[in-house]
């Protein structure tokens, strides 16, 4: 087969599309022939060098696919060679086949075609974990989403909304928040021109955002303690303003908040698991009724890989963009 091979880290020239051996799947695994990947941050870092693969998983970057099974490992059972599925990944996806844990498998969801459910499993899987599961975003409650036009935060705004949140967002430009409002947020900041603390706070009476989804880090760490409510909860799934923050504890215990901060790339699969399969019930229905739905700025040939990356990094884009396998 062909894939996205990284033979020494660099810039998005790095990306090489190259023969490399089939993969054979193993007990309780799956072999799909790929149709499409999306591109992650978390891609870029691993391009860069910074973020390897965890022990035992593809060397090749991509963590979500979509495609159709090929073969079945032993002990695996509910899904045949044939079906169109999507899966979450801890790499591989930027090639023409994946061995595939049967626990990360997810069915196309009804309404999409085969190529468009990959826009999905790493950024339902990512919400649902840490603003339902982990923060327990209940309906009524506000939930600040930094980068609201990112894959991450198309997928927020849609599911929050779908469940009777009410939803503020961050963006870069007018054009970023006209698409968040579209999708449904209420509360629209302009994070180069406003301060989202004192946004946060007029549009919450003084109180304050009760979940924070954050994608930056140490940058935002005290703004973002300043801007939750009493009993807040602070959740961290990145780190693209740094890696060290200061806390103000005295702060975090009055308003009685909480911090989390989790990645689904290194998890045990019996938690990946879990994570999917609440997905597969609580999301998924969701996409098939149309009241969420992936939001994919461009498709392009898995062999242009570099191209996706220079978009990735530019950040002009709106939701996910996709790798369609040539």
């Known amino acids: 087969m062909y894939a996205i091979t990284i033979p020494e880290p660099g810039g998005p020239e790095a990306l090489v599309w190259a023969e490399v051996p089939d993969p054979v799947p193993g007990e309780g695994e799956v072999l799909v022939d790929v149709v499409a990947g999306a591109v992650n941050r978390a891609d870029v870092l691993q391009r860069q060098g910074f973020y390897n693969p965890p022990p035992g998983a593809s060397l090749y970057p991509g963590l979500e696919c979509s495609g159709r099974i090929s073969a079945l490992g032993d002990g695996v059972s509910g ?33 999409l075609d085969v190529r468009q459910a990959a826009a999905l499993p790493e950024v339902t899987c990512t919400v649902w974990s840490n603003v339902f599961m982990v923060a327990h975003l209940r309906p009524d409650e506000t939930l600040l989403v930094h980068g609201g036009t990112s894959g991450i935060g198309t997928m927020a705004i849609q599911l929050a909304k779908a469940l009777g949140a009410r939803v503020a967002v961050t963006a870069g430009s007018k054009e970023k928040l006209e698409r968040c409002a579209e999708l449904g947020a209420d509360v629209l900041i302009n994070y180069r021109e406003q301060d989202f603390v004192e946004e946060i706070r007029e549009a919450t009476a003084g109180e304050g955002a009760d979940v924070i989804l954050d994608n930056m880090g140490a940058k935002y760490l005290e703004r973002n303690i300043q801007a939750l409510a009493v009993k807040g909860r602070l959740a961290i799934i990145g780190m693209q303003g740094g890696t060290k923050g200061e806390l103000d504890i005295n702060m975090l215990l009055r308003k009685q908040a909480a911090i989390t901060a989790t990645s689904l790339r290194a998890r045990p699969l019996s938690e990946k698991a879990v994570i999917v399969a609440a997905v597969r019930e609580h999301v998924w229905p969701l996409v098939a009724s149309g009241a969420v739905r992936p939001v994919v700025d461009r498709e392009l040939a898995m062999n242009e890989a570099a191209t996706a990356h220079r978009v990735m990094e530019e950040s002009g884009h709106i939701g996910k963009l996709l790798l369609v396998v040539p």
């Open 79 to 111: 899904w045949a060679v044939g079906d169109e599925v999507c899966a979450l990944l801890a790499g591989g996806g930027y090639a023409e086949k994946v061995v595939v844990p049967a626990g990360q498998l997810l069915p196309v969801p009804q309404g």
